[in-house]
């Protein structure tokens, strides 16, 4: 029998720790040891696929880039250094009720550094408050863990969100060749905040692009008149539903999968995580197609 906590109850608990803590014990019940594995070895380079060799280590991004079949190569690291950049933009703060996109994002970002730093990895914070930079050092131990934890609980969602200056800035100031993950809606400057994170991709540093979207911005779920209101800017405008919902869902669904496609080109580890989806679930299958280098599929 399951014990993982629905997305509902975990965003009701006030205790953020206390939720990270669940989450990674559940991923560690059973058979469910190997995603932490995604966070345990450091890559070191590609070489040429020879037959015998291990087809889970076939770099498939770089096959589709290619055409040619590599094999990654690792090094088993003990003080691997994370930095995790959160969305606090407003349209985070998506939907008014129920569990928004923001809280399902910090309980993923808590739930990552918790595990991060179990492993005896290093793990640092980046993202913005009032318009300016908010950050922690990446660095290991339970005091180090608190505080972080303790920061991500202070966050509130609002106003706008600088993509490419959060993300720039949160892989300069790791100490070395690290891993940079980005838990967003990435509605903010898309072009710009792809530009960044392929830059941060090309100085060595290994990106994942957490996509957190809600069920009620996959299809419009509303009829009649409407009033829609931009959660950053304020404007509003009044439309018809029934007139909109076509080209609604055909841009959302364009939009989630262009990023999707540019994740892939650029060689950016991609998960689309629905804020309806367990968050030990959700976790468990991002580390895994991480480990097995299928986390753009």
């Not at 070395?176 to 967003?184: A, D, E, N, Q």
């Amino acid at each position: 029998m399951s014990t993982a906590l629905n997305a509902k109850v975990v965003a009701a608990i006030d205790d953020l720790e206390l939720v990270a803590r669940r989450i990674v014990e559940g991923l560690r019940t059973g058979n469910n040891r190997s995603p932490f594995h995604g966070f345990s070895s450091e890559f070191r380079q590609h070489r040429p696929y020879r037959a015998g060799d291990d087809l889970k280590y076939l770099d498939w991004k770089l096959y589709g880039r290619s055409d040619r079949l590599y094999t990654r190569q690792f090094e088993e690291t003990t003080d691997l250094s994370v930095m995790l950049v959160l969305d606090t933009s407003a349209s985070m703060a998506f939907p008014d009720e129920g569990i928004s996109k923001f809280r399902y994002g910090a309980i993923i970002a808590a739930a990552l550094a918790y595990l991060i730093s179990d492993q005896g990895n290093m793990v640092g914070l980046m993202t913005m408050t009032d318009g300016a930079l908010t950050y922690l050092p990446a660095r290991g131990g339970r005091p180090h863990l608190r505080s972080l934890l303790g920061q991500i609980d202070r966050l509130t969602p609002e106003g706008v969100f600088d993509a490419p200056r959060v993300i720039s800035r949160g892989a300069q100031l790791l100490r070395r060749r690290g891993v940079v993950i980005v838990i967003s809606d990435f509605y903010d400057d898309e072009d710009n905040t792809r530009r960044e994170m392929r830059r941060v991709t090309e100085y060595g540093h290994d990106v994942a692009m957490l996509q957190v979207v809600s069920p009620a911005e996959l299809a419009l779920p509303y009829s009649g008149s409407l009033e829609i209101e931009d959660l950053e800017s304020g404007a509003k405008q009044l439309t018809d539903a029934a007139d909109v919902a076509p080209r609604y869902n055909a841009a959302v669904h364009e939009f989630l999968d262009r990023c999707r496609r540019e994740a892939l080109s650029t060689g950016i580890d991609y998960a689309l995580i629905s804020t309806d989806m367990l968050p030990e679930e959700a976790l468990r299958e991002y580390l895994l197609r991480r480990r097995a280098g299928t986390a753009t599929k």
